[in-house]
């Protein structure tokens, strides 16, 4: 089979795809219809077939370009000695489509999406463990509880992204905004953690950790 496509074939594709992109983020799996795909493209639903097979597989082509790139460089930075799970913040940085797509699929939990917070978390974990091994030591409880709440507070930004527009005014997709996202988060944990090893959050955080002093116990009368 010629596997090679006319350059005109290949610009069509991608304009289908594009088009999925958007509608598949506007209105999710079930809402998006071939039918609206084709218009949005301005083709025709044979060509989208021709293409893709199916919506199905048009889909699976959403995926990959959407969050195929982010997952493989987050397999990558499992691959590498030292954990660095910073390559959330390129999700933020991809194209706006692609970011409201994976917003989308992330809320509605598609196989690469599920894939992807996965592996993040995976990576997480080495990281936590990497910082402090003593609170996270390999493979515990408390180390995978944590990766994966420390995953789906980075990833909130994206899947609330219409409520943080609310409030602060901007766009969270738009990548020109996200050293907004990063400073904001920062001052969050920074904030936090001071909050925490003060004499208010102290009693917080110990009695969390299990450092906290044990209860006097009354006396029997």
């Known amino acids: ?12 594709r991608a304009r289908i795809r594009d088009a999925a992109l958007e509608v ?15 218009a949005a493209a301005g083709v025709s639903t044979g060509l989208i077939r021709h293409h893709f097979g199916s919506k199905d597989g048009l889909r699976r082509a959403c995926d990959e370009y959407a969050v195929g790139t982010l997952l493989e460089q987050a397999r990558r930075a499992l691959e590498e000695d030292t954990a660095a799970p910073g390559f959330m ?6 194209s706006g489509a692609s970011t409201r797509y994976l917003a989308r699929a992330l ?12 592996t993040g978390a995976a990576l997480a974990e080495r990281f ?7 609170r996270f030591p ?10 994966a709440v420390m995953g789906a507070m980075q990833l909130s930004t994206l899947t609330l992204h219409t409520h943080l527009r609310r409030r602060m005014g ?3 997709l738009d990548p020109a905004h996200t050293p907004r996202l990063a400073a904001a988060m920062v001052g969050v944990y920074t904030t936090t953690v001071a ?11 110990d009695a969390l950790t299990g450092d906290a002093p044990p209860t006097p116990r009354e006396e029997e009368p």
């Open 1 to 12: 089979m010629d596997t090679e496509r006319p350059a005109e074939d290949l610009t069509g």
């Open 24 to 38: 598949f983020a506007e209105r999710g799996t079930k809402g998006a219809t071939v039918q609206l795909i084709a």
């Open 89 to 94: 913040d390129s999700m933020h940085r991809a």
């Open 107 to 118: 809320v509605e939990d598609s196989p690469a999406a599920a894939e992807l917070f996965d």
């Open 128 to 134: 936590l463990t990497e910082q402090d091994p003593e």
């Open 138 to 147: 390999p493979g515990a409880e408390a180390t995978r509880d944590a990766a």
């Open 170 to 172: 901007v766009d969270p």
């Open 195 to 205: 909050f925490l090893s003060g004499e208010q959050g102290r009693p917080i955080s």
